[in-house]
């Protein structure tokens, strides 16, 4: 397995259009998540997944973004009407569940896609 | 939610020198995990210390969990540790998500 991979590595759009990004999870990792990262902060939780479902949304996932994850695999997270504000590094991770009601003892990220939205 | 502060903000270093990273949480700590961000945005889970202290290899981690403090040791610092280093502990807001929040990081640079 070579890790998460993200597809594309950078993305730029005009202001106004849809994008689409996609994340590969190592392939027994039942846990996946969106982070989005700007410049000289932390990344933020976007959106989980527990296989197909998508358990948990942030406040920060407006109506413009979407995700999806069919058949607990890869995962896809859409951007409309992109705006200016958006331009930030978009992370995957996934982990596998940890003992039940405990959670995951590491998380493996991918490199990101780089949106910039002028 | 929880409040994670990581110090110094910025660290410059000589090679071969070692250094202490800080990590304060507002609120108790359970799960607390360090990661590594490559100057290319790889983040690198380095170490899962709930309690107590880890070493692997140049780096090593403590957790006084009672205090809500973690410490991240560098020895021998080499050029390929630059980067910026977060702190993060991961939480179950009731869906079992266990998401991480992370502290700004410290940005270092090692300089040969």
């Known amino acids: 397995d070579t890790g998460v991979s993200q597809d594309p590595r950078h993305k730029i759009t005009k202001r106004g259009q849809n994008v689409t990004f996609r994340c590969d999870p190592i392939?027994?990792?039942?846990?996946l998540y969106w982070y989005r990262q700007t410049l000289g902060q932390g990344p933020e939780f976007l959106t989980y997944?527990?296989?197909?479902?998508?358990?948990?949304k942030s406040r920060l996932l407006s109506d413009r973004f979407s995700a999806e994850r069919p058949k607990g695999s890869f995962s896809t997270l859409e951007i409309q009407r992109t705006e200016q504000g958006d331009s930030a590094m978009y992370l995957c991770?996934?982990?596998?569940?940890?003992?039940?009601?405990?959670?995951?003892?590491?998380?493996?990220f991918g490199s990101g896609t780089r949106l910039t939205v002028v | 939610g929880i409040q994670v502060e990581q110090s110094p903000p910025d660290l410059i270093l000589q090679e071969g020198a070692n250094s202490t990273l800080r990590c304060n949480f507002s609120?108790?700590?359970?799960?607390l995990q360090w990661f590594h961000q490559n100057p290319w945005g790889q983040l690198i889970n380095l170490f899962y210390?709930?309690?107590g202290t880890k070493q692997n290899g140049r780096l090593s981690a403590t957790t006084v969990a009672t205090e809500r403090y973690s410490l991240l040791y560098i020895s021998s610092s080499q050029t390929t540790d630059s980067g910026v280093y977060f702190c993060?502990?991961?939480?179950?807001?009731?869906?079992?998500?266990?998401?991480?929040?992370f502290g700004k990081g410290t940005k270092l640079s090692v300089i040969p």
């Open positions: 991770a996934s982990s596998l569940a940890g003992v039940s009601g405990t959670p995951p003892r590491g998380y493996t």
């Open positions: 993060a502990d991961p939480r179950d807001s009731g869906a079992g998500s266990y998401q991480l929040t």
């Open positions: 609120d108790s700590v359970n799960n």
């Open positions: 392939s027994e990792h039942n846990r």
């Open positions: 210390i709930p309690s």
């Open positions: 997944f527990q296989n197909e479902a998508q358990l948990e």
